[in-house]
T-cell receptor, first 113, second 113 residues
């Protein structure tokens, strides 16, 4: 089955710096890669996603890149703000019908003012 | 606005008890999921349902069962709770199809003593 590895597990940056979180996946048939943000005590929420026919996608300060050959994808957050502090999860859709995802272990991002 | 609700935010049970966790969504979604969230392990899929009375095992189904008698409701059952089932349980729903957003409930923090 699919395996998703996420690094780093914790990341501390100064406000205004950039943050990068990386994930690798094992199943070359995976074609959908979402990123979820979970603030402390809150539910995970989708912040951006990318499909396998696209190499990069941006939404304001966040961007995701996908390298299908190497089977890895990354989340980039620019000009970080304290409200970006949260746990971020990457995921990959499993092969086959349905919408089952395999999640990475999560990255705790701390943005220091 | 999608709403996914879970019956309890916090639950304390004794070893050996039968435990029911309820999840309700109000967006007529076909897919519903139960995840377990533990630090460093991300979100691990317990069970998935793609229609009423239909279910598929996820990655860690041992010790759990599910019930989906109505489209909007998906229940997770711990037949005989054990201390290693102490965890955060998250329910999610999504429309039919692959590569679509999953909407999460607020979670139930279960403690088994």
């Amino acid at each position: 089955g699919e395996n998703v590895e996420q690094h780093p597990s914790t990341l501390s940056v100064q406000e205004g710096d950039s943050a990068v979180i990386k994930c690798t996946y094992s199943d070359s048939a995976s074609n959908y890669f979402p990123w979820y943000k979970q603030e402390l005590g809150k539910r995970p929420q989708l912040i951006i996603d990318i499909r396998s026919n696209v190499g990069e996608k941006k939404d304001q300060r966040i961007a995701v890149t996908l390298n299908k050959t190497a089977k890895h994808f990354s989340l980039h957050i620019t000009e970080t703000q304290p409200e970006d502090s949260a746990v971020y999860f990457c995921a990959a859709k499993r092969r086959g019908a349905g919408n089952m995802l395999t999640f990475g272990g999560g990255t705790r991002l701390m943005v220091k003012p | 606005d999608v709403k996914v609700t879970q019956s309890s935010r916090y639950l304390v049970k004794r070893t050996g008890e039968k435990v029911f966790l309820e999840c309700v969504q109000d967006m007529d979604h076909e897919n519903m999921f139960w995840y377990r969230q533990d630090p460093g392990l991300g979100l691990r899929l317990i069970y998935f349902s793609y229609d009423v009375k239909m279910k598929e095992k996820g990655d860690i189904p041992e010790g759990y069962s599910v019930s989906r008698e109505k489209k909007e409701r998906f229940s997770l059952i711990l037949e005989s709770a054990s201390t290693n089932q102490t965890s955060m349980y998250l329910c999610a729903s999504s429309p039919y199809g692959g590569g679509v957003e999953q909407f999460f409930g607020p979670g139930t923090r279960l403690t088994v003593l």
